[in-house]
């Protein structure tokens, strides 16, 4: 049974720091990426960043250079730090893995989802 497990987010001010946490089991065939997706009230699912088995990284264009995603392997898990964090990037924050894909931003393309973990950028 796969599981993607999600951790790490929280309340913060406008500018501050986080970093979200994806533990992957029962992958026993590693997926080609993983991604990082978000979802705010009344909005679609969006696709934040996606890091490829090979390590090759995609990013939103509304990242800007502020998140960065990285795995360890070893620990099987995916990272997100997020800096310089705006009121717009509240939302929902889930994890997924799936099958490589050139729209690595369509939610359609993953196979197992997260839970979820809320962050939440105030003023």
């Known amino acids: 049974q796969v599981q993607l497990v999600e951790s790490g987010g929280g309340s913060v001010q406008s500018g501050g720091s986080l970093r979200l946490s994806c533990v992957a089991s029962?992958?026993?065939?590693?997926?080609?990426?993983m991604g990082w997706f978000r979802q705010a009230p009344g909005k679609g699912r969006e696709g934040v960043a996606v890091?490829?088995?090979?390590?090759?990284?995609n990013y939103a264009d509304f990242v800007e250079g502020r998140f960065t995603i990285s795995q360890d392997n070893a620990k099987n898990t995916v990272y997100l730090q997020m800096s310089s964090l705006k009121t717009e990037d509240s939302a929902m924050y889930y994890c997924?893995?799936?099958?490589?894909?050139?729209?690595?931003?369509?939610?359609?393309?993953?196979?197992?989802w997260g839970q979820g973990t809320q962050v939440t950028v105030s003023t």
């Open positions: 997924a893995a799936g099958p490589v894909s050139a729209y690595w931003y369509d939610p359609s393309g993953y196979l197992w």
């Open positions: 029962g992958l026993t065939n590693e997926p080609a990426c």
């Open positions: 890091i490829g088995s090979d390590g090759t990284t």
